[in-house]
């Protein structure tokens, strides 16, 4: 669920703008650091700053979210003001120029407003990913093209193939919620792309793709539903058939979050589907996940009981409207009313916006149909080798949803399951302290390797026969 459910303030930042001054206005040119304090601690943000012909350009870090180089722009100094705007998501900066290393002043956003001086600094924090794969590589790796015949939208991807092999098996890895690129690109952090990378070094084909609408491939992802998300899957498992290096016999899928409920869905309509990894994949519905995410996840924040209840509540709400009321546009009158508590029409157009834009998220075809969803009667009737594992400290998909997993598919008579809890990991599989969404990008390690090898194993075993 990593995709959909972050925190307000993750500022996964898509900023698309640029600003001019006049050559009489004070140089802005440089590297400035601010932070935000927010429940759990502080976000450091960058605005890094270059005066070039009359106009300035400008890119952001977030260190803590692992983002670097991100676009920014409408940097406007008049005098000794400062202000840099954000509409993308509903943010802006506006302060005042102390001297020329400071400024003071506040960070908008989504009607809230935090305090954010900014002091010049020659130091920008470098983000390490240790794990990520840089060729060259020793397997061969090929961009890949081809079309879903039952949507007619075309998938586009990275096949990896281990060199020198013949009849080697394969996986099909499937994302999580929200656009996700091929490598499922998280808070700076790249999992598929280590995860096809260490199965790749060890025999195994990895066939990864962009969700649909992002990168190569044709779509939209919240018009479309976990359901159409396997049909494209075995579209994968299709392509990967025709690979002469491929045994067709020997084709699994790994899906991670939502991606370990898809997985279910297409190895019950394909027999080709020989195996499924489930990595931290709901046993439960959508509804229940999500109440018990936000729950988790606002406890780790440092919410006081009387705020979760009140948000749990509030959810609640919302999702019993999105249930029970077929009509969309009926949906967003009701939802307005709980969201802005009946002042839609007096609130400013950020707070209209802000509220919109929750609405939109939860009226789409993906969220009614991932609300309601129930994965138990998909996975009674998988007959193929199930591997389910999850982190003990995983706050989006509790580590609960092994003993509904393992239960569910037994209960169909598929004796062939294993679950593992790994001690002390994240949604990511990364080792951690708390397992706040706000130590995925803070955590250098994008997978445990013993996660890695426990996967790697299995596979191997399951279709060594």
């Known amino acids: ?18 600003g001019y001054a006049s050559a009489q206005e004070p140089d802005m040119s440089g590297n400035w650091s601010g932070k935000i304090t927010i429940p759990g601690g502080t976000l450091e943000m960058i605005f890094k700053i270059s005066f070039t012909n009359g106009a300035y350009e400008a890119k952001l870090d977030v260190p803590k979210q692992g983002a670097a180089n991100l676009p920014v722009g409408d940097v406007v100094v008049t005098g000794d003001s400062l202000k840099i705007a954000v509409p993308a998501i509903l943010g802006n900066y506006a302060g005042k120029i102390i001297s020329k290393d400071s400024v003071s002043g506040k960070w908008s956003q989504s009607g809230m407003s935090f305090d954010v001086n900014l002091n010049k600094t020659d130091k920008v924090a470098e983000v390490k990913r240790p794990q990520q794969p840089v060729p060259p590589y020793p397997y061969l790796s090929e961009e890949v093209e081809f079309t879903n015949p039952h949507s007619g939208l075309k998938l586009a991807g990275t096949l990896t193939l281990p060199k020198n092999e013949n009849n080697c098996p394969a996986v099909v890895m ?137 948000g749990r509540l509030t959810n609640q709400k919302i999702f019993d409207i999105v249930k029970s009321e077929p009509d969309s546009a009926k949906t967003v009158e009701k939802l307005r009313q709980i969201l802005a508590q009946g002042m839609y029409d007096g609130m400013n157009d950020d707070m209209k916006k802000m509220i919109d834009a929750k609405i939109q998220g939860v009226n789409s075809p993906w969220f009614r149909y991932f609300l309601t969803y129930d994965p138990k009667p998909t996975l009674t009737k998988v007959k193929c080798p199930v591997l389910a594992i999850n982190g003990t400290k995983d706050l989006q998909v509790p580590v609960s949803n092994l003993e509904n997993i393992i239960e569910a598919v037994n209960s169909g008579g598929n004796m062939q399951v294993d679950t593992i809890s790994f001690k002390n990991h994240n949604h990511l599989f990364q080792r951690c302290e708390t397992g706040s969404v706000a130590e995925y990008s803070q955590i250098e390690e994008t997978i445990d390797p013993e996660v890695l090898k426990t996967m790697k194993d299995w596979i191997l075993k399951t279709t060594s026969n």
């Open 1 to 18: 669920m990593q995709g959909r459910f972050h925190l307000l303030l993750a500022l996964s930042l898509t900023l698309l703008f640029s």
């Open 174 to 310: 499937i994302t999580g919620s929200g656009a996700e690129d091929r490598d499922e690109t998280v808070f700076g952090h790249k999992p598929f792309a280590v995860i096809a990378d260490y199965l790749t070094r060890n025999g195994i084909a990895v066939l990864r793709c962009d969700d649909r609408g992002v990168g190569g491939s044709e779509g939209d992802v919240n018009s479309s539903t976990s359901q159409d998300f396997a049909g494209d899957v075995l579209a994968e498992v299709e392509f990967l058939k025709n690979q002469n290096a491929i045994d067709p016999k020997k084709i699994g899928l790994i899906g991670h979050s939502e991606g370990g409920l898809i997985a279910p869905i297409a190895a019950v309509e394909s027999d080709d589907v020989a195996f499924i990894v489930m990595m931290a994949g709901p046993g439960v519905t959508g509804e229940q996940i999500i109440l018990e995410q936000a729950a988790l996840i606002s406890k780790a924040n440092g919410l006081p009981k009387y705020a979760i209840e009140q």
